[in-house]
């Protein structure tokens, strides 16, 4: 039978039946992470010994895997391929590479094998097993929702949590400027605070992983250099992180790259690429406490959240801000900076760096004086001339209704003060007695 008439599906269904009589003698078990060599006796790890056993294909069998770092499950893919090869000639689902490039070449030339999912039957077995791998991420994920069994300490405190994990994780955001993410697109949750804490136990940055003499050092330097935080380049982590299981191939770099709205006419594309370049040139808003800019305003709300502990709309619900006030408190904060005094306390600091991280380590970012202070028609005139962040602020037309300061004025109001105020010339003129 040729491959392409190969009922595939029920093919790869095979390989998730866990009871005994579904593995064959001398077979590692389901549960064992080893696997057998496609074309030998030879076991290996599918996870520790990964490149042992890519080295071990391409030496002694001359046989390549296209784009092995996409396959999901290595166990179950090589275990299908396995027994497909003992079925079929490996021609029918491999390209052949000849290294010889040129005629004088005969004797050094060698051929090697490569299964890619350019092969139709491969590629519908690596989107089964990453939909296999989705189901049981969401599975665990939604075990760990209804988990009450949760017991552990803070990574910063010594303050204990049981029951629901978000209430933890809430508590080192909000209590330690910790933000790892919401809990509810975290998976393995256990396991990935189990290495932040063997981190930090080995005297360990969590952002650099340099390794410190001692807790005090440590914590000063996670400070100073904002490092409370985990690096997102770092593919160590993506496993805990469910963004990274939804399409086969594509981090969450590349997810979160593409564009939110439907592809439009060429026309429409074209006009959106200009104005992009036009907001690139002349729109940059500058971060508040730091040199960082965007001229996205999501993307600048969200350094300021995640680096600065800075949520200017938390600011502005909380101090019931309008949009002229907004405007004020923002050029008094700029004013303040430049100055390099600290708006929390009124501390004086010759250096902005050392101004910045006093704020942070005090919590005076978001501590401000009386509106006295700051809400002064002085404060109506930009710091910096080119301050972009005043364009981006929300102008909610609301304020000025909920705040009820429009004042209704009827077309016509009654004058109270007039002659037909007296009761008896109302009389009159109704008993029509006036001439």
């Not at 009589?21 to 696997?35: A, L, Y």
């Not at 360990?204 to 992983?209: A, F, I, K, S």
């Not at 919590?363 to 202070?373: G, K, M, Y």
Request: with cysteine.
């Amino acid at each position: 039978m040729q491959s392409a008439d190969k009922p595939i599906l029920e093919s790869l269904n095979l390989f998730y039946h866990e009871s005994e009589g579904s593995e064959r003698e001398g077979s590692p078990t389901q549960c064992s992470g080893d696997v057998l060599c496609l074309f030998c006796q030879e076991q290996f790890n599918a996870t520790d010994q990964k490149e042992d056993l890519l080295r071990h294909l391409a030496v002694n069998h001359k046989f390549v895997i296209g784009d092995v770092n996409l396959i999901t499950d290595l166990k179950k893919y090589l275990t299908y391929w396995r027994q497909r090869f003992l079925e079929e000639d490996l021609t029918n689902f491999c390209s052949i590479i000849s290294t010889k490039t040129s005629d004088r070449d005969k004797e050094s030339k060698e051929q090697y094998y490569l299964l890619c999912d350019v092969l139709a039957e491969d590629k519908t077995l690596r989107e089964f097993l990453q939909k296999k791998k989705l189901e049981k991420v969401l599975a665990q994920q939604q075990k760990e929702r209804k988990d009450e069994t949760f017991s552990r300490t803070c990574l910063f405190c010594r303050d204990h949590f049981s029951g629901n994990r978000a209430e933890m994780f809430d508590h080192m955001t909000h209590g330690h400027g910790f933000s790892i993410g919401l809990p509810d697109n975290l998976v393995y949750t256990d396991e990935f605070l189990d290495n932040l804490q063997g981190k930090l136990d080995n005297l360990q940055c969590l952002y650099c992983e340099r390794i410190f003499k001692d807790k005090t050092v440590l914590k000063e330097h996670m400070r100073k250099k904002q490092h409370k935080k985990i690096n997102p380049k770092n593919r160590k982590y993506d496993k805990f992180y469910v963004i990274n299981y939804l399409e086969m191939g594509r981090s969450w770099e590349m997810i979160q790259a593409d564009p939110d709205d439907e592809p439009g006419t060429e026309t429409e594309t074209e006009d959106e690429e200009s104005w992009e370049d036009w907001e690139e040139a002349g729109s940059q808003a500058v971060c508040l406490f730091c040199d960082f800019s965007s001229c996205m305003p999501h993307k600048l709300t969200a350094h300021m959240q995640e680096l600065h502990d800075f949520d200017l709309k938390d600011v502005k619900l909380r101090l019931n801000l309008n949009f002229y006030q907004q405007i004020k408190l923002i050029n008094f904060m700029r004013r303040q900076i430049y100055l390099g005094s600290c708006y929390g306390c009124g501390e004086k600091f010759t250096d902005k760096r050392v101004l910045v991280e006093h704020m942070h380590s005090q919590q005076h970012v978001d501590r401000f004086p009386e509106p006295s202070v700051w809400d002064q028609p002085q404060y109506f005139f930009p710091t910096y001339e080119n301050d972009n962040l005043l364009c981006q602020l929300d102008d909610d037309e609301e304020d000025e209704v909920a705040g009820g300061r429009n004042q209704v004025i009827a077309e016509d109001l009654p004058s109270l003060n007039t002659i037909l105020a007296q009761e008896s010339v109302r009389k009159d003129i109704l008993s029509g007695d006036i001439t």
